[in-house]
């Protein structure tokens, strides 16, 4: 039992010598969307922005790999497919209110670690009402917005 403890925490400290993303410069803002309210933007900032914006804010175990490795890659992908934070006319948010609506946006394992996260349901509902009224639906009208049609591409791609 001494020995395995003794090996897992070796493990540990060399991967602190792995030189993986570790550098958690936030890129400046270049632009936001046109928020409909301050609101939107606020319950955005609490439940989206660490992943979705340049703006995250780096906790203390974000330096400590193997979890460094881990939220660096999540930050990487989350930016790479909605960044808040360098938005222009080509930007497409209209799925972000499906996301919340599902349920798959933030992940558990991001609300777990981050109480300010967790949204009531009352501000799950406020934040739905205002990515719909920032972005709109990619469904035209927002009615089916968590339907299983919503957002799928393949749909009747006969032509």
């Known amino acids: 039992m001494m020995w395995s403890l003794t090996g897992l925490l070796l493990l540990v400290a060399v991967a602190q010598l792995v030189p993986y993303d570790r550098d958690h410069d936030n890129p400046p803002v270049a632009a936001e969307p046109p928020w ?8 955005a900032r609490r439940a989206c922005f660490d992943c979705h914006s340049n703006e995250r804010q780096w906790p203390w175990y974000s330096n400590i790999a193997p979890l460094s490795w881990l939220i660096q890659r999540d930050v990487d992908e989350g930016r790479d497919e909605l960044n808040w934070s360098e938005w222009g006319p080509d930007e497409e948010g209209d799925e972000s209110a499906e996301t919340v609506i599902e349920g798959s946006m933030p992940p558990g394992t991001y609300s777990l ?3 300010e996260a967790r949204l009531s349901d009352q501000e799950i509902d406020a934040l739905v ?31």
């Open 36 to 43: 409909d309210t301050p609101t939107t933007r606020e319950l």
């Open 129 to 159: 009402a205002g990515l719909l009224a920032t972005f709109g639906s990619d469904d035209g009208g927002g009615s089916d917005i968590g339907g299983e049609d919503s957002g799928n591409e393949d749909e009747d791609d006969d032509d």
């Open 113 to 115: 670690l981050h109480p």
